[in-house]
């Protein structure tokens, strides 16, 4: 499942996610599930068509990422592998960083976050003019909405079956992301 906020530059992926780390970290060993929001870049082409004709969106390279995910073998809302990539390079995650209010109130965290664009872009350092007042006030605004997505999400993907061979599944299993 795909759910997809567009703003003027930027947008909000949120998607389901199975993944199982072929390297994992210490600690970090099995599968997991969970949901990802990334925060993306957007570009709008030109009209391809009449100015009636739907203008092509480009969903482009990801400035942020949250992962709410847990282990498949732990306690569903554990949120026990939960973590935040605070910057991307290119169309690489960095290194997962794990907030502990991010693992004890992960909505509550990511509420904050989307409400805050400047904040977070300066963390990713990425430069603030990357957005618009637009992009600012529409996430601010829609921030509550987008939780609510993924709140619903995680319900979903905590009822879903493992995926089939998932024991020895070496990458990631999304809907989109």
């Not at 209010?101 to 990357?130: I, N």
């Amino acid at each position: 499942m795909l759910y997809l906020f567009g703003f003027d530059r930027i947008g909000v992926a949120v998607s389901d996610i199975f993944f199982v780390d072929p390297h994992p970290m210490k600690g970090q060993e099995g599968a997991e599930r969970g949901v990802r929001l990334e925060l993306r870049r957007l570009e709008t082409g030109e009209l391809k068509g009449s100015i009636y004709s739907a203008r092509p969106i480009t969903v482009d390279r990801p400035i942020w990422r949250v992962d709410l995910l847990e282990s498949v073998s732990g306690k569903p809302g554990s949120f026990d592998r939960t973590h935040h990539h605070p910057g991307v390079d290119g169309w690489e995650p960095g290194q997962r960083v794990f907030d502990k209010g991010l693992s004890q109130e992960p909505l509550k965290w990511l509420l904050l976050r989307l409400s805050d664009l400047e904040d977070v872009l300066d963390k990713a350092g990425e430069p603030r003019d990357t957005v618009s007042e637009a992009d600012v006030v529409g996430l601010r605004d829609r921030a509550p909405e987008i939780v609510e997505t993924v709140a619903r999400l995680l319900d979903v993907t905590r009822s879903a079956p493992v995926p089939e061979g998932a024991e020895v599944a070496t990458s990631v299993r999304a809907s989109w992301l």
